[in-house]
């Protein structure tokens, strides 16, 4: 059975950083890429950032510079640093899997994540 658990939202202030961790347990893919998407109340899902199991790393517009994306194969573990957080950030962040290379939109992602809360006050 395919899991990912999310951890790491919360509370932050506007300027402040927070690090999202996704773990991952029973996938089938060998190959496999794992993005981040987020979701604000009323918004559609917005892709965030993707890594591929070999590191190669995208972001959504805008968004390289704040928010990094990062993997730990040995753990099965993703996680996103978010720094210098604007109340714009504030979502439900969701991790998902997708076997082969990342893509942008969440249709092509297999698996996900039951999502966490992020809030970031001004």
């Known amino acids: 059975q395919v899991q990912l658990v999310e951890s790491g939202g919360g509370l932050v202030q506007a300027g402040g950083s927070l690090r999202l961790s996704c773990a991952a347990s029973g996938l089938p893919f060998k190959l496999y890429s794992e993005g981040w998407f987020r979701q604000a109340p009323g918004a559609e899902r917005e892709f965030v950032a993707a890594i591929s199991w070999s590191g190669n790393t995208w972001y959504g517009d805008g968004l390289k510079g704040r928010f990094t994306i990062s993997h730990d194969t040995a753990k099965n573990t993703v996680y996103l640093q978010l720094n210098n957080a604007e109340p714009g950030d504030t979502a439900v962040y969701y991790c998902?899997?997708?076997?082969?290379?990342?893509?942008?939109?969440?249709?092509?992602?297999?698996?996900w994540g039951q999502g966490t809360q992020v809030t970031v006050s001004s």
């Open positions: 998902a899997v997708r076997d082969g290379i990342p893509k942008y939109d969440a249709d092509s992602y297999d698996y």
